[in-house]
């Protein structure tokens, strides 16, 4: 299958990585990457956590971990009981033992105030089709700036036109979280490339297999399963192959097999490509964490030296709601 | 006899049998019961006690049995006909039964073996008294069809007058019952004046399907005793005792059940999702290796496919398709896939591969058996092969419908079932047998 180098931007080589045999979950393709691993980096559910809301538009994350640096991922977002749930604009990098308060959060649903504790938090990376706006928001204070756009999401799925992310997060949960068990991590998985129906969605890299295990219920369930969710093609009736015998139809499924392989090829090698603008946010020792904007790709990167070590990249345009309706080629 | 399909039959229709006063019996599968009835006598009345049957299914049965001439058959299918009928009369709820005997009526079905039953369910049942006061016209109109009418009051009349052993009381009705000196009293009853107010007893005396576990809150380790050590020994715990408790669970699942003549190939979904996560890790897979342990205990020969991973490190994505054609491969009796219904790797090709099997010329059915986490789990996008015959499972307690169901789709399967179903009804015809006698007492 295709490298990555045609998609990736310029500061970002992912030399090493590989991509793994695609899996299909309705509209959502997922395709498995695995690489040199980076040590060292702190991941989100065992290390990060909320330590508290001080106010609207206002998150404090800690970096629990005695040693290693927490990346904190992008567009990621928090929900529990008896508080407002908010998700950030811009991922960071934070030392061991360090908080940071991000006066730049979005809230997503409108509610009381107050302290979170940590048990029944649960986190989830805000979906793809509020990303590119949530990321033009980076730097941007004000709790409602994503209000319109979730009302806007909710009226396109059928939901009421509220501010409530939590309409599709929590009330679907039982369909969307299906695709943490729909598609299968990989052992030594560390990424992903998306696409939901025929179109790129997005681009996940983690530094390690642990820290991509601990975000994977949030990126196949929310980031990209929202908008798979929303393009759910029907089942289709089984078409019998012509074989007449059991070796002739292990051949036939192996033959379409390999033929179906080969159209995600094509997809991979079709994507596009172009310059992007590649802008340095922060850094930490070696680490630098920029942001990319481009007509089609936009997200944040993590890079030590040339070598990636954590990525999340969109597709602006499927970000903004042109995705749905496509239909995943059987 | 199709057994998959009767099976099918049995567990979903239960709809009443209705006599509609003036008008005809109201049987809407009668010529479904006839022709399996036809097909095998002993093997259609059997299945009757299958567990899951539904009540009123088994009450079509009793009925076929009792309607249709026994001229033919040899004295084993008699005996076990007469042994699944005294079942079958106590195994019901007592309504039921005295549907099915009216039916009769209806039917003008008089053979001998129907006059024995219609007479020790009105005279004999545990509950005759009760039921008696309750029902007292419907039970005096089965009493004078078995007997006919004048011989049921010339009996009466004789009983009425102190008669318990003349030559006639003892040619016409006492030859049918077990316990005349119980049985007497109840003649008189049954003529003389009513109860108004009483109630029948609504239960059966007998259970036939055993009581489940019904925990309120599903976890993953009360799923029953199988799967629960299971549990415990993937989470590390020690082995040594729980593997002594492991054969020991085994053997209490499978110690009633005969060997299965044949070769099973399990596709045994050993993937990432099998395992869960949170409360739920470990759930579902253990059920799917409990069944796989209790497999290998019955079945001549099991061949086990593991998809994904294997059963200790499950990972990885599904690919069922394969899963099958490699089973496929053994040459086995039945292909029984075990998966959660999750098929990502290549989604849609188990349809299309076990849609192309026939032809192919493969005819070793396949059955999907369903592994959940609780029986309400949510379906919509876990059936990888909606044609295929599907049956789910969370519970141990379901192998004992998973097991007959599985087994029934293949040709191998037909003596296992008639074996365990003898066993079962032999069991069964002993209990019946202890709650007359405490009933007589």
Do not use: C, K, M
């Given at each position: 299958m295709s490298d990555l180098t045609a998609l990736v931007p310029g500061p970002l080589s992912l030399a090493g990585h590989r991509l793994g045999t695609p899996q299909r979950a309705g509209a959502l393709t997922m395709v498995p990457i695995s690489g040199p691993a980076h040590p060292g980096i702190v991941a989100p559910r065992s290390g990060l956590k909320l330590a508290r809301v001080p106010g609207y538009g206002q998150v404090e994350l800690r970096n629990g971990a005695d040693t290693g640096v927490a990346i904190v991922p992008l567009h990621i977002g928090y929900v529990q009981d008896a508080a407002q749930n908010h998700a950030l604009c811009r991922s960071a990098l934070l030392a061991a033992g360090q908080s940071l308060l991000f006066e730049d959060a979005a809230c997503v649903q409108e509610s009381q105030g107050g302290l979170l504790a940590?048990?029944?938090?649960?986190?989830?990376?805000?979906?793809?089709?509020l990303r590119a706006r949530a990321l033009e928001l980076r730097g941007v204070n004000g709790y409602s700036k994503l209000w319109t756009d979730i009302a806007d999401l909710n009226t396109r799925y059928g939901l009421a036109r509220r501010g409530h992310l939590e309409q599709i997060l929590s009330r679907k949960r039982p369909v969307l979280t299906q695709f943490q068990s729909r598609?299968?991590?990989?052992?030594?998985?560390l990424g992903a490339l998306f696409f939901v129906g025929d179109r790129f969605a997005g681009l996940e890299i983690a530094p390690d297999p642990v820290y991509f295990a601990q975000m994977w219920t949030a990126l196949v369930c929310f980031a990209y399963g929202v908008a798979a969710w929303q393009a759910e093609p029907a089942p289709a009736d089984p078409e019998p192959y012509e074989a007449t015998s059991l070796a002739g139809l292990r051949a036939a499924l192996d033959a379409d097999r390999a033929t179906r392989l080969a159209e995600i090829a094509d997809r991979l090698a079709a994507l596009p490509t172009g310059p992007v603008e590649v802008r340095e946010e922060d850094r930490y020792l070696d680490l630098r964490l920029s942001t990319v904007t481009g007509p089609h790709l936009a997200g944040q990167i993590v890079t030590e030296g040339e070598r990636a070590?954590?990525?999340?990249?969109?597709?602006?345009?499927?970000?903004?709601?042109?995705?749905?309706?496509?239909?995943?080629?059987a | 006899m199709d057994t998959p399909l009767l099976l099918a039959h049995f567990e979903t229709h239960d709809e009443p049998v209705s006599l509609p006063r003036g008008g005809t019996l109201c049987w809407d599968d009668a010529d479904f019961h006839r022709a399996a009835h036809t097909d095998d006598p002993e093997g259609y009345a059997l299945l009757a006690l299958t567990p899951g049957v539904r009540p009123w299914q088994r009450a079509r049965v009793l009925l076929q049995v009792l309607a249709a001439s026994q001229a033919g058959l040899d004295d084993a299918t008699r005996a076990t006909l007469a042994s699944l009928t005294?079942?079958?009369?106590?195994?019901?709820?007592?309504?039921?039964?005295?549907?099915?005997?009216l039916a009769l009526r209806r039917l003008r079905a008089n053979h001998k073996h129907t006059t024995r039953a219609i007479l020790r369910f009105v005279l004999e049942h545990p509950d005759a008294d009760a039921l008696i006061a309750a029902r007292r016209p419907a039970l005096v109109d089965c009493f004078e069809h078995a007997l006919g009418k004048a011989t049921a009051r010339g009996c009466a009349r004789r009983v009425g007058e102190g008669d318990t052993g003349s030559d006639y009381l003892q040619r016409r009705l006492l030859r049918f019952l077990a316990a005349p000196e119980h049985a007497l009293p109840r003649v008189r009853a049954l003529y003389a004046a009513g109860h108004p107010?009483?109630?029948?007893?609504?239960?059966?005396?007998?259970?036939?399907?055993?009581?489940?576990?019904?925990?309120?809150?599903?976890?993953?380790?009360?799923?029953?005793?199988i799967a629960a050590t299971l549990v415990h020994?993937?989470?590390?715990?020690?082995?040594?005792?729980?593997?002594?408790?492991?054969?020991?669970?085994?053997?209490?699942?499978?110690?009633?059940?005969?060997?299965?003549?044949?070769?099973?190939?399990?596709?045994?979904d050993a993937s990432a999702s099998m395992r869960g996560y949170g409360d739920r890790e470990w759930a579902v897979l253990s059920q799917a290796a409990a069944l796989r342990l209790v497999l290998a205990e019955l079945c001549e020969r099991l061949e086990v496919v593991e998809v994904g991973g294997d059963e200790r490190t499950p990972r990885g994505a599904t690919d069922l398709a394969t899963g099958v054609l490699d089973a496929l491969a053994t040459d086995p009796d039945l292909v029984a896939v075990v998966s959660d219904g999750y098929e990502n790797l290549f989604p849609g090709d188990l349809a299309r591969v076990t849609a192309s099997l026939p032809r192919a010329g493969i005819t070793t059915p396949v059955v999907f058996c369903h592994a959940l986490f609780t029986g309400s789990d949510d379906l919509t996008l876990r059936r990888p092969?909606?044609?295929l015959p599907e049956r789910g499972f969370w519970h141990q307690d379901d192998f004992a419908e998973l097991l007959p169901w599985m087994f029934g789709h293949c040709a191998a399967g037909e003596p296992w079932l008639r074996a365990a179903l003898h066993t079962r009804l032999a069991a069964l015809d002993r209990q019946a047998a202890r709650i007359q006698t405490r009933s007589a007492a």
């Open positions: 940590g048990r029944d938090q649960w986190f989830f990376v805000l979906p793809l089709e598609l299968e991590l990989q052992p030594g998985q070590v954590y990525a999340s990249l969109f597709a602006p345009a499927t970000a903004t709601g042109t995705a749905t309706g496509g239909t995943a080629t | 005294r079942v079958l009369a106590l195994a019901l709820p007592p309504a039921h039964v005295i549907t099915v005997l107010g009483a109630t029948a007893p609504p239960r059966a005396a007998l259970t036939v399907d055993l009581l489940r576990e019904r925990p309120a809150t599903v976890t993953a380790t009360n799923r029953g005793d020994l993937y989470r590390g715990g020690p082995a040594g005792d729980l593997n002594t408790a492991l054969d020991r669970h085994l053997g209490d699942a499978v110690g009633h059940l005969p060997p299965f003549p044949g070769t099973v190939a399990l596709v045994l092969a909606p044609a």
